[in-house]
């Protein structure tokens, strides 16, 4: 995961931890999904269904989806933990993909603007 992303996605669930800026954090988780999305969707085709999660490595925090069934062409676990080092990004590709490489070379160490 981008060190930077790391930081800001840690940054949002403190605050609802802090605070109770429950809805804030869910903003921030929801527009670093929608960010993920569109730039799966802008280099692998826009037919493409993708699941992005987010939180601790045993359960996701947050879910965003662009269907409600369960089959994905691409899923991304953004995975937080206390040390910014241990943050990880999973990505899985599950369908045969005819830009599965550009995938994965663009969305490694991706950082939502």
Do not use: W
């Amino acid at each position: 995961m981008n060190p930077e992303l790391a930081k800001r996605l840690k940054a949002a669930r403190a605050r609802r931890r802090d605070d109770g800026g429950q809805s804030e954090c869910e903003r921030e988780y929801d527009a670093v999904a929608k960010a993920f999305v569109d730039r799966v969707r802008s280099v692998g085709g826009e037919h493409l269904e993708v699941f992005v999660g987010i939180g601790s490595p045993l359960r996701n925090e947050f879910e965003y989806s662009t269907r409600s069934e369960e089959t994905y062409d691409v899923k991304i676990r953004l995975i937080l933990d206390p040390l910014d080092i241990d943050c990880k990004q999973m990505t899985s590709i599950l369908s045969q993909h005819a830009h599965q490489d550009d995938l994965y070379r663009d969305l490694y160490r991706y950082l939502p603007g």
